[in-house]
């Protein structure tokens, strides 16, 4: 299976300059860059941002910035991306990181709670074509709420993880909160009338979902 994916990845398009700089320097300065995106999914995110003709997106979990970066450099020239991301150590990385892609203008980086931010971006009256969910997988049921108001008709909410290694179909254990949150957030989903979804087997499990 990792022959496969090696030649999915060898097969697409290739990544930009500045993303295999914030992979290198994601390497270098983090303990986690497992949780990078990586080229396949950053380049199925892009081009989903194209053939949608997305020109909002709101990212919940932006570690050092790959995902922005992949959805935001597919925006028209007044497209606007807000990206929010709790670990603050990482915003100096991630700052450098929008700058060598030239997206400065376009992204905006909010430090703090995700859910905190999606409130005050909720008073602004800020409405989103594409939201994608990557943050703490514990909450990704609250986030649908919160953020289920925010999306235009149309629009995509994205939830990545959600195959969660396999874990998902194997009778998780009561003290296993990640795993039971990933199973209740993908059986409301599917059983919820206002949208259209599917699981496409993607790295660890895209939940693309569309509002009616
Ligand atoms: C899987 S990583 C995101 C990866 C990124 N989207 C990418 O593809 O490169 C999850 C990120 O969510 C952040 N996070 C976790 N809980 C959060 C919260 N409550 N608010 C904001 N960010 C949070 C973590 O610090 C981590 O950087």
């Given at each position: 299976m990792e022959q496969i994916y090696k030649y999915i990845e060898d097969h697409a398009s290739t990544p930009s300059p500045a993303l295999e700089w914030l992979v290198k320097q994601t390497h270098i300065r983090t303990n986690h860059a497992r949780m990078l995106s990586g080229a396949t999914q950053g380049q199925f995110m892009h081009m989903l941002t194209k053939i949608s003709g997305a020109k909002d997106i709101l990212e919940l979990g932006t570690f050092t910035g790959y995902s922005a970066i992949c959805f935001a450099s597919a925006l028209p020239e007044d497209g606007h991306m807000d990206t929010l991301e709790l670990n603050d150590e990482l915003e100096d990385l991630i700052l450098e990181g929008f700058e060598r892609a030239g997206l400065s203008n376009k992204i905006q980086?909010?430090?703090?709670?995700?859910?905190?931010?999606?409130?005050?971006?909720?008073?602004?009256?800020k409405m989103y074509d594409i939201v994608y969910i990557d943050?703490?997988?514990?909450?990704?049921?609250?986030?649908?709420?919160?953020?289920?108001?925010?999306?235009?008709?149309?629009?995509?909410?994205?939830?990545?993880?959600?195959?969660?290694?396999?874990?998902?179909?194997?009778?998780?254990?009561?003290?296993?909160?990640?795993?039971?949150?990933?199973?209740?957030?993908?059986?409301?989903?599917?059983?919820?009338?206002?949208?259209?979804?599917?699981?496409?087997?993607?790295?660890?499990?895209?939940?693309v979902i569309r509002k009616k």
């Open positions: 980086i909010h430090i703090g709670d995700c859910k905190e931010t999606v409130l005050k971006l909720k008073e602004e009256g943050a703490n997988k514990r909450e990704y049921c609250e986030y649908y709420e919160l953020i289920f108001d925010m999306i235009r008709p149309g629009g995509l909410i994205l939830a990545d993880n959600v195959i969660w290694d396999g874990k998902v179909c194997q009778d998780p254990l009561p003290q296993d909160k990640q795993t039971l949150s990933i199973v209740r957030f993908n059986d409301m989903v599917s059983a919820d009338p206002r949208v259209e979804s599917v699981i496409l087997p993607i790295r660890d499990g895209i939940n």
